[in-house]
Structure formats: structure tokens, C-alpha cells
DNA sequence: ATGAAAATGAAAGTCAAAGTCAAAAATAAG
DNA sequence: CTTATTTTTGACTTTGACTTTCATTTTCAT
């Protein structure tokens, strides 16, 4: 089993961390890491797990699961604790600081930046004298589509 | 064992709700109530059980889990899913919504009001066409305290 | 006081997350 | 290329935070 990965680029990070701690890559793992970064959504671990059983029925629960924690680690992941008593994981984009809009019906997530909002917050914060190290921010309800179908029914 | 109840006011809700379900009320889940709602703290299950066990120990950890939950349905109290891993509870103000500030280091809670912020949550909400039900804003870091002892070491 | 209904507590069950360890894969050395 | 060393894998077990079960106890309307 040989990868082809799809986008080299986005695995530079992994790379360099992978250098500096001596780590090995197998493929099954290049192929999570791949999948992962490219589809770029919010994944739990059980979801991952299943689409990518899907197409490479050779990996386990645990390699998942670990390869999640790795990319953690090196920056590439992050977790997402919404209020579902799960943990989710998300790319990091290069790009920036984001937070989300969840449905309560579907499950649809909705990225959205907003300064004006985290200026507020370092505002509150310098208040009380504390310092922010990270922050959640999200807004649960119902989407456009799910609101249309409520009051169909 | 017969429970003096430090503020019979707090329990008014919980007795109106009893009323209606036909629910009766054990000296055991008055005591756990009036505890809770006069501590007003930002308790886990296993916190509230253990400063309830070190003044009445013949209160059972089911108990306070089951009175934790009764009060949630009631109105009286709210959970707070924190990034900690568990849920804590807290009385809900007859007052008003707020958000908080966490500390990682020592895990004290602050709480905070800015009607600015929610008023540009609900700005982006509806520029997605998203109806809010409720939401999440917590603040991570270091509270002033565990900032100064981290300077001195 | 009494008995139907609700509450309790000890124990067992869930389930996502984390850990264990022998076998397999990757890669460094020869 | 072959071997040796190290890392990774996968099946399995363990943990921990809830959650449910059910026999016994308590409450409270009559
Ligand atoms: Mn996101
Ligand atoms: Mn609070
Ligand atoms: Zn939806
Ligand atoms: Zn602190």
C-alpha cells in the first residue's frame, strides 16, 4: 500500500515535527493525515474513522485516534469541544482565528471571524486583570434550512 | 434528620415544579438544594457530592447527580460544559445571562456581562440567516493571581 | 396509621477516551 | 540487499464521567 498524497504542501508542518522527534511515517497514517487536512471539516473520531474505513478497510480506530492526537500536537489539528460530549477535530488553517455557528437539527457548522468580537473580549479580559491564552466562542440554534423545514412540519 | 432551609425564596421554583409533577420531597434533596442554590459556585457532581458527604454522609452520590439534573429541568440550575472534560452546574440567577472568564492554572471563575457582545452575536447570526438558541463564550488563561506567581517563578 | 407512589443507594452498565503490549512496518547500519 | 533497531499498529483492556437498575426506604394523601 503506497499513498499518493494529494497536496504535499499542507504536509510541511508534519514534516518538520516529524524530523525533529524522530518519528517513522507509515503509509497508514500519511493517508489519515492526507484525508484529513484535505477534506478540511470538523471531524469527530468515530467519523474520520468511518469514511476512512470506506476506502482503506486496513486501519484501526487507534491509528486514527493517534494520528488526530499527532497532528494536535504539531499544530495541524485543532479540538473542538462543542456541547456534544465529544471532541472534534479541525485543520488548522494557515489563515486565521475563526468561531462557529452550530445547528442543533443537523449538525451543520458554519465558520465565522469577527474582530470587532474579540476586541470586546481582550477588553473584558483586561478588566479583570486576566490574561486570554485561547477562547470559545460558539452560537447554537437553528440553520436557514433547518428553520425552513420546522415550519413546514 | 430534618432540614432547615437557609432561604426558602431560592426554592420557590422547585416547589411549583414539584407541585405540578407530583413529586415529593425527601429531607435529603431539600438539603442538597438549599446547599447548592446558597453556595451559588459553579459546581461539578463530584464537587457538590463530596462538600455535601463532609457535612451529611448519608447523602449517596446518586442523589446529588439525580437532584442536579431535577433542578436543571426545573429552571434552577444550568449545566456549563466547559473545555475541562465534565459538567459543571451553576444556579441560574433569577438576574440575567453572563459568560466567563476560566482560569486554566487554578480554576477560578469569573463572571462577566457585555450586552455589546451579544448584540454582535446576534449580528452575525443573522447574516447567516441562523436563529440562536443559546450560546458559548469562555474565556481561557490566567486569572491575575496565577499570573504573578508565574512571574515569581 | 396505612398503603400507593416516589426517592434512595449500591451496584452494574455505557461510552468516549486513553493505555498496554506483542506483532508488523519503517528506516538506519552494514 | 540484509539485518538490526526503533517506531507504529491493532486488538484488547482500563479509565472515568456519567446513567440506569432495582430492592429497600421514605414520603404523604387519605
Ligand atoms: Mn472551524
Ligand atoms: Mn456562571
Ligand atoms: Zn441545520
Ligand atoms: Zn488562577
Known sequence: ????????????????????????TSQ????????FLNEDRHFSIEELYHEIRKINSQI???TVYRTLRLLTDCGLAQECCFAEGMVR????HKARHHDHL?????????????????KLQNHVAKKFGFLVVSHAL????????????????
Chains 1, 2 share one sequence.
Open 138 to 153: 460558539e452560537l447554537y440554534g437553528l440553520c436557514t434550512m433547518c428553520q425552513k423545514k420546522q415550519r413546514r412540519s
Open 60 to 62: 484501526s480506530f487507534s
Open 28 to 35: 497508514k497514517r500519511l493517508f489519515i493525515i492526507d484525508y
Open 1 to 24: 500500500m503506497k499513498v499518493k498524497v494529494k497536496n504535499k504542501m499542507l504536509l510541511k508542518d508534519y514534516f518538520t515535527y516529524k524530523s525533529k522527534r524522530g518519528l517513522k
Open 89 to 92: 477535530y479541525e485543520p488548522v
Open 102 to 118: 452550530i445547528c442543533r437539527k443537523c449538525g451543520r457548522i458554519i465558520e465565522f471571524e469577527n474582530s470587532e468580537i474579540e
